[in-house]
């Protein structure tokens, strides 16, 4: 079994928290991925509280997946081509406006 060469601070799982992008990156990530699953969850629940049906549901939890297949393989010709960080920062921007949109719309009962 090799050793860590003299002076080397093996830090283990958490190393990689020593790096401030990464950091920022990790618990920016935390953030959106919350906010992520609670409108998926709100969603749900919208959709079950207004149509009572299963089958409504479970369409609305389908067709999330939808822009992914239609729009993948361009998204990721675009991710090539543009500035990751610009891109990360519209495409997070655009997600939070959507999510307050219909938590506006909700809360005015306008859906």
Same mark, same amino acid.
Not at 45 to 51: F, G, P, S
Not at 82 to 94: E, P, S
């Given at each position: 079994m090799m050793r860590p060469e003299r002076g080397v601070r093996s830090l283990g799982t958490f190393r990689s928290l020593r790096n401030r992008n990464? &950091? $920022?990156y990790f618990w920016g990530q935390i953030v959106s991925l919350t906010g992520t699953w609670m409108?998926?969850?709100g969603q749900a629940?919208?959709?079950?509280? %207004?149509?009572h049906?299963? $089958?409504a549901l479970g369409f609305t *939890?389908? %067709?999330q997946f939808l822009p992914m297949l239609l729009i993948g393989p361009w998204g990721g010709l675009v991710a090539d081509r543009?500035?990751? &960080?610009?891109?990360?920062?519209?495409?997070? *921007?655009?997600a939070a406006t959507l999510a307050l949109i219909l938590g506006l $719309?909700?809360?005015?009962h306008h859906v």
């Open positions: 990464y &950091r $920022l409108q998926s969850v629940w919208l959709i079950l509280t %207004l149509t049906s299963a $089958l *939890a389908a %067709l543009v500035d990751k &960080r610009k891109l990360l920062m519209f495409t997070q *921007a655009a $719309l909700t809360v005015t």
